[in-house]
């Protein structure tokens, strides 16, 4: 299963597209929302300056743009071709196939992470304790993995055609509505009301919780969980669907 | 190798997709060594036939082993290559990376190398799978297919979209494959494919095993043979059309084509007309015709 990791890293890290929006794109975002700020405007609600706060909704949004796009598109399309018939005529595992999309996206998902961080601690003078950027790190590289779910469930329910729309249509709602674009403070109460059950939001919410010094809302670790288990429930079932028809 | 257990054996297996029956009761088994041909016409269950074998698909009722276990179970134990008739490949990746990583998931792999020279495809190592040709891509899947040291290995319609020449390489490398001791099975609607190279061919009709012999019994069993000549002179079409055991005729021209039950007397009655035959030729017919013969009369019984 090495070998497919590794095959399908190289052919994730040879796509300048894919490498552009995960890696590169959030730290221009970043650059944007954040560029005018200086750095003592307070996040309202949150104690924390925009900078730092945009901080870790691009670093969530680089790492869902990893897990997320590129898996869902490539397993609908490699289902629809037959690829993952022909890899199951190898000693690969039945897992095997969405265990190594899982594990390359999240290669690229972390410097996707870190590069945020690095242009927000040299361009906007963002300051943190040491262990609160390895905690973050770690924390929205782990949390990725609700979205790798999802990605891999997308790509397992659509077809080939509809995967692009669908992808898009989840990436960018989960994205503007969770907050990772703009601090949710800034929407209207009903759509915040929304907002707060993504688990976009939570996933954000989760490394700012780690800014702030302080234990997560239970409600948005309990949003993530349930997240997962249901993507990642819905994943499996809609994996063995597939296989039982192929 | 596997001495006594047989490579394939299918046991009473049925698989239908709603109402349709792709495959209907299907018994048979494959000894090692034997290159066997499944032809058939389109729909006739072909492929869900290797879906099966393959353990791709589940059978509703029946059993399928594979050198005695299950198709799973033989796969991984790398007794088992295949390629597939749709066999999607993964893009993005050179020929050469994808045939690296089918070495390196095969427990009994060759060298990457080997394999590339073999299929024939080592001058294109290095391109891109999704800017191949249809022929190319066939050989990657072919490459696929033979990776490692498998005892049994299943292509599912291995030439489409190959020329002549490549077919012809391809199949000079099967044979090679077959005299190592492998078990060959291979889907085709390609019948001269199956009259070259098969020792064995298996007639599958709407999921059923409609004959199961040599190349040459197959033909027998169709019975008739083709008789064709010209005819200088007058030519008297009721006479001709009234000779003994015809099965069909057809008059362009001066030439004449005649199938017949009975290719002996039908020659001796003609010389009895007073005709004389030129360009006498007297065959078998070919596979093909054969088996038309055969699906035409299993049409017209279960009609």
Known sequence: ?246 | MTTTASVVAFDQVSKAYDAVRAVDGLTLDLSPGQTVALLGPNGAGKSTTLDLLLGLKKPDSGTVRLFGTSPRDAIVAGRVGAMLQSGGLMDEVTVAELVRLACDLHPKPYRPSEVLSRAGIAQIADRKVNKLSGGQAQRVRFALATAGDSDLIVLDEPTTGMDVTTRQAFWATMREQAEQGRTVLFATHYLEEADAVADRVLVLHRGRLLADGTAAEIKARAGARRVSFDVEGALDEPALRALPFLTGIDISGRTVRIQSADADATVHALYGLGVYPRNLEVAGLGLEQAFVAITTAEEAKSK
């Open chain 1, 1 to 246: 299963m090495n070998s497919l990791i590794k095959l399908e890293l190289a052919r994730a890290l040879r796509n300048r597209k894919f490498l552009f929006f995960s890696v590169i794109y959030p730290s221009v975002l970043f650059l944007i929302t954040a560029g005018n700020a200086d750095s003592t405007t307070k996040v309202p609600g949150s104690g924390l300056t925009l900078p730092t706060y945009m901080m870790v909704s691009m670093a969530s949004f680089g790492a869902l743009t990893a897990v997320l796009m590129g898996n869902s598109e490539r397993i609908a399309k490699e289902r629809e071709g037959g690829w993952v018939r022909q890899l199951r005529l190898t000693t690969l595992p039945g897992r095997g196939y969405v265990l190594a999309k899982t594990a390359s996206a999240a290669v690229v998902s972390l410097p996707s992470i870190v590069i945020v961080f690095a242009v927000a601690a040299a361009v906007k003078d963002v300051r943190l304790d040491a262990w609160q950027w390895l905690a973050l790190t770690g924390a929205i590289w782990a949390g990725s993995l609700v979205f790798a779910a999802l990605g891999v469930a997308i790509g397992y329910l659509a077809t080939g055609d509809a995967v692009r729309p669908i992808t898009m249509i989840t990436y960018f709602g989960l994205s503007m509505l969770g907050g990772l674009w703009m601090p949710t403070t800034t929407f209207p109460d009903w759509l915040q009301d929304i907002a707060k059950w993504l688990p976009t939001h939570a996933y954000a919410a989760l490394g700012q919780a780690i800014e702030q010094s302080r234990a997560p809302h239970v409600q948005d670790l309990a949003v993530l969980v349930v997240s997962f288990v249901l993507f990642a429930g819905g994943a499996a079932w809609l994996y063995r669907k597939d296989t039982l028809k192929a």
